[in-house]
């Protein structure tokens, strides 16, 4: 039986981070599908990223991955590649949860900074980041395609690893 918690929602203790592995990739990619605002990554490009090409976690609830972070460190800049989390679960802390997996992981490498790009209309993602303490610092113009955007550039410095 699901335990359900206040006005039926899924209670966030009951939704595990773990990191990404090739065995994920079908499901990551059904959540990308079902996350318009989410980079548009092929499958294949997922199995690619679980298996070493970046490094990734996943959001799992009941056995299912339910969201999922990808992010890459270059020099002391980290990057956050792609985020989604599952509609049925949003606004329940996953997101928060896996974008905290990011920037240890970030600290830890050396990061000094994380930045991403997000479309320019993805108001709700544009608030999270900013609650995350990201800052805009920039803008892509036509970044996106499918259709033509710009992206807002958001940046967080981070401090250093203890």
Not at 27 to 52: D, H, N
Not at 93 to 104: H, K, N
Request: aromatic share 8%; charged share 25%.
């Amino acid at each position: 039986m699901e335990r359900v918690g206040v006005n039926g929602a899924v209670p966030l203790h009951s939704i595990e981070i773990r990191r990404a592995v090739t065995h994920d990739a079908r499901e990551i990619s059904s959540v990308a599908k079902a996350s318009p605002g989410a980079a548009v990554w092929t499958e294949q490009q997922f199995l690619e990223a679980a298996g070493g090409n970046c490094s990734g976690w996943v959001a799992v609830q009941d056995g299912c991955v339910a969201g999922f972070i990808f992010a890459r460190i270059a020099a002391d800049e980290a990057e956050i590649l792609n985020l989604a989390v599952a509609p049925e679960i949003r606004g329940r802390g996953a997101g928060a949860r896996l974008l905290q997996a990011a920037m240890e992981f970030a600290r830890e490498g050396g990061a000094k900074r994380l930045f991403l790009e997000v479309r320019e209309s993805n108001t709700a993602a544009i608030a999270f980041y900013k609650c995350a303490g990201f800052e805009d610092s920039g803008r892509r113009r036509s970044y996106y395609r499918d259709p033509i955007e710009d992206a807002c550039v958001l940046t967080r410095h981070l401090k250093s690893a203890l």
